[in-house]
């Protein structure tokens, strides 16, 4: 199983940008990379997931080096409702780790102060 | 847009007591999963369920613990004999099949907050 790394907290300021990094050393051929956003009290909400190179939606981008042992999840202009926890996953396409288990790790508790 | 549920959102039981957890999926849904949260700590995954039955389970699911998908609708997880650790918010979530872009994310509902006293 492809273990993740996350720093446990981040700091950062209204209106700046703000880069997380996960990094999962094993990752197989066929994982993706998924990340999640949690809210307290709230289940976690899926952000965006990749395989290769930088993926972009409405909400985040994603980059994945070529040799995908790290992924950095970038948020642009964070505003004080992006202080959540976000959660780097890797698995298959389905966020299966092993059959249809999804595992979360500790993730990355994202303060953004005014 | 369509949501998961789930009843109640705050559940007391006294240890030894059994609970039903209820969810309902998102209705085009066909892979549903339950997951538990102890306060402060990490998601935790229980189970998944498809094609009404268990597709894989984690330690943490025990023979404590059963889930059900009695109507097409609800799917329900229960805990025989409630103990003091299993307190905890619990999660249902469900998922698309086929291979859309949008069939690999998992859908999370509110979540119960279940306290054994």
């Known amino acids: 199983l492809a273990k993740t790394t996350q720093p446990i907290s981040m700091d950062s300021y209204e209106g700046q940008e703000v880069n997380i990094t996960c990094s999962h050393n094993n990752i197989a051929t066929n994982d993706y990379i998924t990340w999640y956003q949690q809210f307290p009290s709230q289940g976690p909400r899926f952000i965006i997931q990749?395989?290769?190179t930088k993926v972009t939606n409405e909400v985040a981008s994603l980059f994945i080096p070529a040799d995908r042992k790290s992924s950095t999840l970038s948020l642009p202009r964070v505003s004080l409702s992006d202080t959540a926890v976000y959660y780097c996953?890797?698995?298959?396409?389905?966020?299966?780790?092993?059959?249809?288990?999804?595992?979360f790790g500790a993730g990355t508790r994202l303060f953004v102060k005014a | 847009e369509p949501e998961v549920t789930q009843t109640p959102s705050h559940q007391v039981t006294q240890m030894g007591q059994e609970v039903i957890l209820r969810c309902v999926p998102i209705s085009n849904h066909l892979y549903f999963y339950w997951y538990r949260q102890i306060l402060g700590q990490k998601v935790e995954f229980l189970v998944s369920?498809?094609?009404?039955?268990?597709?894989?389970k984690s330690e943490i699911f025990d023979d404590q613990f059963s889930v059900e998908r009695p109507d097409g609708s609800n799917f329900t997880l229960k805990i025989r004999s409630t103990k003091l650790e299993d307190s905890a918010m619990y999660f249902c979530?469900?998922?698309?099949?086929?291979?859309?872009?949008?069939?690999?994310?998992?859908?999370f509902g509110p979540g119960t907050r279940l306290t054994v006293t």
């Open positions: 369920f498809y094609n009404n039955e268990i597709s894989e």
């Open positions: 996953l890797v698995g298959d396409k389905f966020g299966n780790t092993g059959g249809f288990k999804t595992i």
């Open positions: 990749g395989y290769k």
């Open positions: 979530a469900s998922r698309e099949g086929g291979t859309s872009h949008t069939s690999y994310e998992q859908y």
